[in-house]
């Protein structure tokens, strides 16, 4: 028979990992909605929950395919920690500084001004990776008064 396999399980494993690649490709993170549902009527956003929830029993080949992913979090709130940063980063690229003001938002709706102006005022409680992350962008400061 053509479609059969031995490992269905692994299969379907893998069609979600491909959906999710398909999907960093096109929208350029991992943060897919719980709702989300591919334009082939596959559950990505259930498939992606299914896999945080799963972290401590997922085989270890399985957990370094996600993480190898760009922008791959294990939990949501580093999820939307990595999309900012991602947005400062290629902010800076094109512009050459962080110098954002309060309200300002992305060409796609971010409000990056936000994001960057809860950076600064948390820096005293963020993990030290987070700081070197930012630290490591050029043209970011730590005061916002300018």
């Not at 479609?3 to 269905?8: D, F, I, P």
């Not at 398909?22 to 334009?39: A, M, N």
């Not at 957990?63 to 947005?87: F, N």
Request: glycine letters at 12%; aromatic letters at 14%.
């Amino acid at each position: 028979l053509k479609s059969w396999t031995w490992g269905a399980l692994s299969d379907a494993w893998e069609k979600g990992y491909r959906h999710l690649k398909y999907y960093l490709e096109q929208i350029g993170d991992c943060r897919v909605p719980t709702t989300h549902i591919t334009r082939d009527g596959y559950r990505l956003g259930q498939w992606v929950g299914i896999q945080r929830t799963k972290r401590a029993s997922m085989p270890s080949d399985r957990r370094s395919k996600l993480e190898s992913l760009d922008g791959w979090a294990w939990d949501g709130r580093e999820a939307r920690w990595i999309e900012g940063y991602q947005q400062l980063k290629r902010y800076a690229q094109r512009i050459g500084n962080c110098n954002i003001p309060q309200g300002y938002r992305t060409e796609d709706g971010y409000s990056l001004g936000n994001w960057v102006s809860n950076q600064r005022r948390g820096k005293g409680v963020m993990p030290s990776e987070r700081r070197k992350r930012l630290e490591g962008i050029k043209g970011w400061f730590w005061s916002d008064k300018r």
